[in-house]
């Protein structure tokens, strides 16, 4: 499950490279948070078998997806309306 | 100070208080009333005297309603790691306007948080009536525009859950 997780970072790290604009690296910075870190997570809770650190690595995975699509609205409402231009087509 | 008040206040300090002595596993005086201090603050600062709730949850549609989400993260997390490997990187970005009408402030944050936590999709704009959401391709839309995550959010938010 590391592993997974661990594929995803690396693909999103990629992607942040790749990508041309705020807009669409933002796409994969939401892969880190809900896949990566989900599946590093996962697999760190299960490792040692069920203990109270378990449920502490569940509270962090809660926190860690709630705020984290709020963090991507923020930055991606900020750039918009301080007028970065997406490369996006616009069908507003 | 009404009977409202004190029983939430009470509640909310007994809630944090519980998840306070999970996480520090340290039952000795010191620690349990500085943790009981500091859970009576968050539940004092936190507690509103007039809060009404002004939203229903149905409780077992939320239930559902996790596992189907990390479903579609998943197919479009492969699908977005698909699109940024490809070496030609063959992404359409697209910026559209979605209109939903949700009914409370509750239903919007959990569409819009939806959305943004899905790869491939981004909410850029949210507000009562209408979503604007940068979406990487043409694929990734298909959730949003077939209104199939509008009607979920509505299953856990049901109708006549009131606008503010």
Same mark, same amino acid.
């Given at each position: 499950?590391? &592993? ?15 990508? +041309?604009?705020?807009?669409?690296? @933002?796409?994969?910075? @939401?892969?880190?948070? @809900?896949? &990566? ?31 984290? +699509? ?11 309306? @301080?007028?970065?231009? +997406? ?6 | ?11 909310? =300090?007994?809630?944090? $208080? ?8 340290? $039952? ?18 936190? =507690?509103?005297?007039?809060?009404? *709730? ?6 077992? *549609? ?7 989400? $990390? ?24 910026? $559209? *306007? ?65 606008? *503010?």
């Amino acid at each position: 499950m590391i &592993g997974i997780g661990l594929f995803f970072l690396v693909v999103a790290a990629v992607g942040m490279v790749r990508l +041309p604009d705020v807009f669409t690296r @933002s796409h994969a910075v @939401s892969l880190t948070d @809900s896949l &990566g870190a989900f599946f590093v997570l996962m697999g760190l809770a299960t490792y040692h078998g069920f203990s109270t650190n378990t449920f502490r690595i569940l509270v962090v995975l809660a926190l860690l997806i709630l705020v984290n +699509p709020v963090i991507s609205h923020a930055t991606v409402r900020a750039a918009l309306r @301080s007028g970065q231009k +997406p490369v996006a087509e616009d069908r507003r | 100070m009404n009977a409202i008040y004190t029983k939430r206040l009470a509640y909310w =300090t007994a809630v944090l $208080f519980v998840l306070w002595l999970m996480l520090s596993e340290s $039952f000795n005086a010191l620690h349990m009333a500085v943790g009981f201090s500091a859970a009576l603050l968050v539940a004092l600062l936190r =507690t509103d005297l007039r809060a009404e *709730r002004t939203y229903v949850i149905r409780w077992w *549609r939320a239930l559902l309603y996790i596992p189907w989400l $990390f479903s579609r993260i998943l197919v479009s997390g492969v699908h977005v790691s698909y699109l940024i490997l490809h070496p030609r990187l063959p992404i359409k970005p697209v910026l $559209f *306007r979605h209109r939903a009408d949700l009914g409370s402030d509750e239903a919007v944050l959990l569409m819009g948080n939806s959305i943004t936590l899905t790869p491939g999709t981004v909410t850029v704009e949210a507000d009562d009536e209408e979503l604007i959401v940068h979406a990487l391709d043409e694929d990734s839309t298909g959730d949003v525009l077939s209104q199939r995550l509008e009607k979920m959010v509505a299953r856990v938010f049901p109708a006549g859950g009131g606008r *503010r």
